[in-house]
């Protein structure tokens, strides 16, 4: 049976580490191995020890690598570059899975070779939807990322194919790498939420950071000829239109909450 290799990047996660570790030793795979790749990016307080000594009641189960910080879509690369498993499943320091998502997942992609990528919705909400696993098409990712890091297994051959994430990015990174393997592969989703994310709760300004990294990976979608120049236009327009309803819904709530 495969390897499933577990990638977290970690960067002053003191408070939220042993946690997430905790919700992936809570796995069961069944008869495939298990590897937990950890990759601290620079960080300044004591996240490292605090890996360093569940690593070492691991029995080898953990590795931790350090580098100088270089934000999370370097880390993630470092951590695939080491991993030894077929099937490659993200997580974010601060976020946790629960019991059965690994093991859902792996029996999918056995099940579906045709399959590259599989993940699940989020705290406690399902997608709306009847089935138990859907299809997220390339056509359907444009209008909406539904692909959150956190709850992704992919194959190492399709996220490297795809080109792994682009480390000068800081937003949106993500999106690219999916939507590239999504215009060659099939992706699916089982309908059942396994992750436990911790929401941003950013100021309004991020929005429009973030806005400008979806605008980008638009552009490199088009540039690397997945995208028309038309569909590229209407796509800058649907999420420009998103964005300013995001922002007035934000500054609205904002506004209320000095209110009361």
């Keep these: 049976m495969c390897t499933v290799s ?16 905790a919700s992936v030793l809570n796995q069961d ?18 996240t490292a020890s605090l890996i360093e000594s569940r690593a070492s009641l691991s029995g080898g189960q953990i590795t931790l690598i350090r580098q100088k910080n270089a934000g999370p879509a370097a880390a993630r690369n470092a951590g695939v570059a080491s991993a030894h498993g077929q099937y490659i499943a993200f997580l974010d320091a601060d976020d946790q899975w629960l019991p059965g998502k690994l093991r859902a997942q792996a029996e999918l992609l056995d099940r579906n070779p ?7 919705p989020m705290n406690g909400r399902k997608f709306r939807t009847r089935s138990s696993v859907l299809e997220i098409s ?21 996220f490297l194919s795809a080109g792994a994430f682009n480390p000068a990015r800081k937003l949106s990174e993500d999106y690219e790498v999916w939507l590239k393997i999504a215009a060659k592969n099939s992706i699916q989703a089982i309908n059942k939420p396994y992750l436990l994310y911790s929401k941003n709760t950013g100021i309004s300004s991020k929005l429009w950071r973030m806005e400008r990294g979806e605008l980008e990976t638009y552009h490199i979608l088009y540039r690397d000829g997945l995208l028309s120049l038309p569909l590229h236009g209407l796509l800058r327009y649907w999420s420009l239109a998103k964005f300013f309803i995001r922002y007035a819904y934000r500054s609205t709530q904002i506004k209320w909450s000095r209110i009361w």
């Design 6 to 21: 577990v990638v977290i990047p970690a960067y002053n996660a003191q408070s939220t580490i042993v946690r997430a570790i």
């Design 29 to 46: 795979i069944g008869d495939r191995d298990l590897e937990i790749i950890i990759v601290d990016d620079g960080s300044r307080d004591t």
């Design 114 to 120: 045709e399959v590259a990528l599989v993940c699940t």
């Design 138 to 158: 390339f056509g359907s990712l444009l209008l909406s990322n539904r692909v959150y890091t956190s709850s992704v297994m992919v194959r190492k051959s399709a």
